[in-house]
């Protein structure tokens, strides 16, 4: 086994080591998590399979967890985390990473907040026509605060109507299904009352882990302002079908409740519709507007026919106007034609869904397998399998409409990725196909064996930016993340902890650089410098530095190669660029329209540039030289990340909603 980096180790231990004594700091290694993690699959089989597993699929999975374990592969992040748990065998959706739904109704968004509470992604379209607003203007709405210190209350809702007095109440309870619901009961009471109280009183305070998912509570702070700011939105509707605008804002909202990096978001609209300039605006000077709820969301419109490219140019305008990312577009001509139960996406974009769909994802580390083309292909194939596997679930859950647990019997969607790709130029257009082969052979292979539907797409590319950092080692280094080339050779990864996360003192006694939060709101925030180099990727020099200059067309170009020999859904990449590029990438994208689906787009950042240069008290990711970097290192000494307690890492690429593509 090859030893992990010191990165690597504080990512795992972070996001993925469960909790075993809390009180006591003790929590999951990573053979510990893999052991849970294989435990699931082995469920998953023998319910699918209804009987017991013999010696060849015991095998089978022993090879699965030495690829876990060896940092080689791994299933889902939301798997290694949860799999195994009560959790996941009685809320099946937990296991997803990507959903899609039309919001129409208000089953729907009792829908959307359940798998937002789920960690699941989801992508959505607004559509009106149904959900409408208050019977008539409520003037009178109360907010009542939870003032618990210790663990929550009633599990259940409690709600009231008083025709007397007025007053309508709903009474929150402290549990997953009751938050579901309750938005239900905001968005479906049609009482003419004159006073509404959305009560807060039964939940637990922040701060707390929740026993069955392993999260760190978010208390009754983002709720209480989400569900009074939809209320602000049903009283303005009183006695009209809420618009577009009115249920992308309730989506926004109730992306905010859980008010961590899972509750991420993607809204769609149909480019040429009626409203869809606003739509392309709806996050200009939201900071003006008091619409901060709308960051939450990645939004983007959809082409159903090839553009012009005065319409490309159009759309390059307004993104460029608004800062270089959005609106973003998407291709749905092709999408139909790779997936012809397309509807939309998720919210990375790298699953393409129908109404009320999901997908699970896995993925393969090509650097881990440089010099051993068999052990790649056996990896890949077995990670299908395993991803197939985890399609076997009951998603009808109690909460869930149907639909979802009906279309994942049917299309049994499968995201088989790669991550490293940049860290190997050596691999083929053919290679690519080979892999692709592998892949689907192998998720083919398990339906198969257990006389189930074969999966409709198999193959994929997500951004893996938490992942691919989890998987460095000394052998082959640090893992680029997807698509993806890195900013520079050697980076200082500027980290996110908390103040009080015994990490940090073992880190400063390492001789790491410790500094502070430049956010005056963030008291207990401090940021470690960790340094990371990427030593088997092609970088040019500039003043010093060994740098990423590539270009909007290369980068482009890669996609194209990667859609063309590998993907069946989509590539989630992040084309960084310069305004000057706009032309040549318009050009580009009308070019090879058959070949588009979806990318995110990035403003390019001057990786020669230092924090100071820019102006910034401090960036995320900062390109150094070689001297730089390893008179840094020379200072350093091991620490004991085994010993650390594990708090949960705060995931700065989706933090507040936003996909690591965006």
Same mark, same amino acid.
């Given at each position: 086994?090859?030893?992990?980096?010191?990165?690597?180790?504080?990512?795992?231990?972070?996001?993925?080591?469960?909790?075993?004594?809390?009180?006591?700091?003790? @929590?999951?290694?990573?053979?510990?998590?893999?052991?849970?993690?294989?435990?699931?699959?082995?469920?998953?089989?023998?319910?699918?399979?209804?009987?017991?597993?013999?010696?060849?699929?015991?095998?089978?999975?022993?090879?699965?967890?030495?690829?876990?374990?060896?940092?080689?592969?791994?299933?889902?992040?939301?798997?290694?985390?949860?799999?195994?748990?009560? #959790?996941?065998?009685?809320?099946?959706?937990?296991?997803?990473?990507?959903?899609?739904?039309?919001?129409?109704?208000?089953?729907?968004?009792?829908?959307?907040?359940?798998?937002?509470?789920?960690?699941?992604?989801?992508?959505?379209?607004?559509?009106?026509?149904?959900?409408?607003?208050?019977?008539?203007?409520?003037?009178?709405?109360?907010?009542?605060?939870?003032?618990?210190?210790?663990?929550?209350?009633?599990?259940?809702?409690?709600?009231?109507?008083?025709?007397?007095?007025?007053?309508?109440?709903? +009474? #929150?309870?402290?549990?997953?299904?009751?938050?579901?619901?309750?938005?239900?009961?905001?968005?479906?009471?049609?009482?003419?009352?004159?006073?509404?109280?959305?009560?807060?009183?039964?939940?637990?305070?922040?701060?707390?882990?929740?026993?069955?998912?392993?999260?760190?509570?978010?208390?009754?702070?983002?709720?209480?302002?989400?569900?009074?700011?939809?209320?602000?939105?049903?009283?303005?509707?009183?006695?009209?079908?809420?618009?577009?605008?009115?249920?992308?804002?309730?989506?926004?909202?109730?992306?905010?409740?859980?008010?961590?990096?899972?509750?991420?978001?993607?809204?769609?609209?149909?480019?040429?519709?009626?409203?869809?300039?606003?739509?392309?605006?709806?996050?200009?000077?939201?900071?003006?507007?008091?619409?901060?709820?709308?960051?939450?969301?990645?939004?983007?419109? =959809?082409?159903?026919?090839?553009?012009? &490219?005065?319409?490309?140019?159009?759309?390059?305008?307004?993104?460029?106007?608004?800062?270089?990312?959005?609106?973003?577009?998407?291709?749905?001509?092709?999408?139909?034609?790779?997936?012809?139960?397309?509807?939309?996406?998720?919210?990375?974009?790298?699953?393409?869904?129908?109404? +009320?769909?999901?997908?699970?994802?896995?993925?393969?580390?090509?650097?881990? @397998?440089?010099?051993?083309?068999?052990?790649?292909?056996?990896?890949?194939?077995?990670?299908?399998?395993?991803?197939?596997?985890?399609?076997?679930?009951?998603?009808?859950?109690?909460?869930?409409?149907?639909?979802?647990?009906?279309?994942?019997?049917?299309?049994?969607?499968?995201?088989?990725?790669?991550?490293?790709?940049?860290?190997?130029?050596?691999?083929?257009?053919?290679?690519?196909?080979?892999?692709?082969?592998?892949?689907?052979?192998?998720?083919?292979?398990?339906?198969?064996?257990?006389?189930?539907?074969?999966?409709?797409?198999?193959?994929?590319?997500?951004?893996?930016?938490?992942?691919?950092?989890?998987?460095?080692?000394?052998?082959?280094?640090?893992?680029?993340?997807?698509?993806?080339?890195?900013?520079?050779?050697?980076?200082?990864?500027?980290? &996110? @902890?908390?103040?009080?996360?015994?990490?940090?003192?073992?880190?400063?006694?390492?001789?790491?650089?410790?500094?502070?939060?430049?956010?005056?709101?963030?008291?207990?925030? =401090?940021?470690?410098?960790?340094? =990371?180099?990427?030593?088997?990727?092609?970088?040019?020099?500039?003043?010093? +530095?060994?740098?990423?200059?590539? *270009?909007?067309?290369?980068?482009?170009?890669?996609?194209?190669?990667?859609?063309?020999?590998?993907?069946?859904?989509?590539?989630?990449?992040?084309?960084?660029?310069?305004?000057?590029?706009?032309?040549?990438? #318009?050009?580009?994208?009308?070019?090879?329209?058959?070949?588009?689906?979806?990318?995110?787009?990035?403003?390019?950042?001057?990786?020669?540039?230092?924090?100071?240069?820019?102006?910034?008290?401090?960036?995320?990711?900062?390109?150094?030289? &070689?001297?730089?970097?390893?008179?840094?290192? *020379?200072?350093?000494?091991?620490?004991?990340?085994?010993?650390?307690?594990?708090?949960?890492?705060?995931?700065?690429?989706?933090?507040?909603?936003?996909?690591?593509?965006?």
């Amino acid at each position: 086994m090859s030893k992990p980096t010191t990165r690597a180790q504080i990512i795992t231990r972070r996001t993925y080591n469960r909790p075993l004594d809390e009180e006591n700091g003790v @929590f999951e290694t990573l053979d510990q998590t893999a052991d849970r993690v294989i435990e699931h699959q082995r469920w998953l089989w023998k319910r699918a399979k209804g009987s017991a597993l013999g010696v060849h699929a015991e095998n089978e999975l022993d090879e699965l967890r030495s690829i876990v374990v060896n940092r080689q592969g791994s299933l889902s992040g939301r798997t290694l985390w949860l799999g195994g748990t009560e #959790v996941a065998q009685k809320r099946e959706a937990s296991q997803f990473n990507c959903s899609y739904e039309k919001a129409e109704t208000v089953h729907d968004m009792v829908d959307a907040l359940w798998l937002l509470l789920q960690g699941c992604g989801v992508g959505g379209t607004p559509t009106p026509g149904t959900l409408n607003g208050f019977s008539r203007p409520i003037q009178n709405v109360q907010i009542v605060r939870s003032e618990r210190t210790e663990k929550g209350g009633d599990d259940n809702n409690v709600e009231t109507w008083n025709p007397e007095t007025g007053e309508w109440r709903i +009474k #929150v309870g402290d549990s997953a299904e009751a938050w579901a619901k309750s938005v239900g009961k905001l968005l479906a009471g049609k009482y003419p009352a004159r006073t509404l109280v959305l009560d807060f009183s039964e939940l637990r305070p922040a701060g707390l882990r929740l026993s069955g998912y392993g999260w760190i509570s978010s208390g009754d702070q983002a709720i209480s302002v989400a569900y009074d700011r939809i209320a602000r939105i049903l009283n303005a509707r009183a006695g009209m079908l809420l618009t577009f605008a009115d249920i992308h804002d309730i989506l926004n909202w109730l992306g905010t409740i859980l008010s961590s990096r899972r509750s991420s978001e993607i809204i769609l609209k149909a480019h040429g519709e009626v409203g869809w300039q606003d739509f392309a605006n709806f996050k200009k000077d939201f900071w003006l507007h008091d619409n901060h709820q709308r960051q939450q969301s990645n939004n983007s419109l =959809v082409f159903w026919s090839k553009p012009t &490219k005065p319409q490309l140019a159009e759309i390059f305008e307004m993104m460029v106007e608004a800062g270089g990312s959005e609106p973003g577009f998407i291709n749905g001509e092709t999408a139909m034609r790779r997936a012809p139960w397309f509807s939309g996406v998720n919210p990375c974009a790298e699953i393409l869904l129908g109404n +009320k769909s999901f997908c699970n994802l896995v993925e393969t580390n090509l650097m881990a @397998f440089r010099g051993n083309p068999a052990g790649l292909r056996r990896a890949i194939q077995l990670l299908a399998r395993a991803n197939y596997r985890q399609t076997c679930v009951d998603l009808r859950d109690g909460i869930l409409q149907s639909a979802w647990h009906e279309n994942n019997e049917f299309l049994r969607l499968c995201g088989v990725g790669l991550t490293g790709i940049t860290g190997r130029p050596d691999l083929t257009e053919y290679d690519y196909r080979t892999l692709r082969n592998l892949a689907t052979a192998g998720a083919y292979s398990m339906a198969e064996d257990l006389n189930l539907p074969l999966p409709k797409n198999v193959t994929t590319i997500k951004p893996s930016g938490t992942l691919s950092k989890h998987m460095g080692t000394e052998t082959w280094g640090e893992i680029p993340e997807g698509a993806h080339k890195p900013l520079g050779r050697y980076i200082f990864n500027n980290v &996110k @902890f908390s103040s009080h996360d015994p990490l940090v003192s073992m880190m400063e006694a390492g001789g790491y650089h410790i500094f502070e939060s430049p956010n005056p709101t963030d008291t207990d925030t =401090v940021i470690a410098a960790l340094p =990371v180099s990427y030593d088997t990727v092609p970088f040019q020099i500039i003043d010093g +530095k060994e740098v990423n200059v590539e *270009s909007a067309i290369s980068q482009l170009e890669r996609y194209k190669m990667l859609m063309q020999n590998y993907v069946d859904h989509n590539c989630s990449i992040t084309i960084s660029y310069d305004v000057q590029e706009v032309t040549e990438i #318009v050009d580009w994208v009308y070019d090879n329209w058959d070949s588009y689906v979806g990318v995110s787009w990035l403003f390019r950042a001057d990786p020669t540039k230092t924090a100071a240069d820019l102006g910034y008290p401090y960036l995320p990711q900062e390109v150094v030289t &070689k001297e730089v970097y390893d008179e840094y290192v *020379s200072r350093l000494s091991p620490i004991a990340v085994e010993d650390d307690t594990g708090q949960e890492l705060v995931d700065e690429e989706c933090e507040n909603g936003y996909c690591p593509i965006r």
